[in-house]
């Protein structure tokens, strides 16, 4: 098995329990398929997400940073008999998009990227890529996840096929963190485990910052719940949900 291949694994069970059809779910209940097909999923990853989008009637195409993550996008989206544009593209220098009808940055993808202006290219730039009406979905870390929750660890995972030891420490950027991974995964085949590391830097920013982004950008009707419900964040709110209309 490829290092890509490994990794993917891995990823993929470090989020069961993302409940990803809610996310869908979200989507369908702002902007259903049948009146905005075009989506565009960034920080696609391995698939899993644009996967369920595409069964639910939208023309998705993905984009990511990661190579490896796409190969095993690709594979998902063929073995599923669908034919799927993806891309290796950075999201802040997102370009040759145009007239879609949704955008989604799921699963705090939009947090891997540390730099201010960046976040606020990616932002405009997913903006221009829109049609009049159209609509962006995010999600963030809060900053009492980011300043808080994660910096409580270090937390540990075991299970028969992978083991991980997860250390976080604060980041260069206020509200960022260093996330720190050792994995032992078990082959199948010789029933040994292989170890190998992973290091993830991300960042968020206040509510505040992205509304008043989002707003000086030209996207209108704003709106932030928090952790998969229609309910406004609160302090200790842990995922923020940004839906804005363009």
Not at 6 to 19: C, G, K, M, N, S
Not at 85 to 111: K, Q, R, Y
Not at 148 to 154: A, S, T
């Amino acid at each position: 098995m490829s290092s890509y291949e490994r990794f993917a694994h891995v990823y993929d069970e470090l989020q069961t329990d993302i409940p990803y059809n809610r996310y869908v779910e979200w989507i369908e209940q702002h902007a259903p398929s049948e009146h905005f097909p075009k989506l565009l999923d960034i920080g696609c990853g391995t698939g899993v997400l644009g996967l369920l989008l595409a069964n639910a009637g939208y023309k998705v195409s993905g984009i990511d940073l990661s190579e490896d993550m796409l190969a095993i996008a690709a594979e998902r989206f063929t073995e599923a008999g669908l034919q799927v544009p993806l891309f290796c593209m950075s999201m802040h220098e997102l370009d040759g998009f145009e007239a879609l009808d949704v955008v989604t940055i799921a699963i705090d993808s939009l947090n891997y990227v540390m730099e201010e202006a960046a976040v606020y290219a990616t932002l405009e730039r997913i903006f221009h890529s829109l049609r009049h009406g159209g609509q962006l979905f995010f999600d963030v870390h809060s900053l009492y996840k980011m300043d808080e929750i994660f910096l409580d660890g270090p937390f540990t995972y075991d299970d028969e096929d992978i083991s991980y030891v997860w250390h976080t420490e604060l980041g260069d950027y206020d509200h960022s963190v260093v996330h720190q991974m050792t994995f032992y995964v078990r082959d199948a085949a010789s029933n040994l485990y292989e170890r190998f590391d992973e290091e993830h830097n991300q960042r968020t920013f206040p509510i505040e910052q992205y509304m008043a982004w989002l707003r000086y950008i030209g996207f209108t009707d704003v709106e932030v719940t928090a952790d998969f419900t229609e309910e406004a964040p609160e302090y200790e709110s842990e995922r923020i949900f940004i839906r804005a209309v363009k």
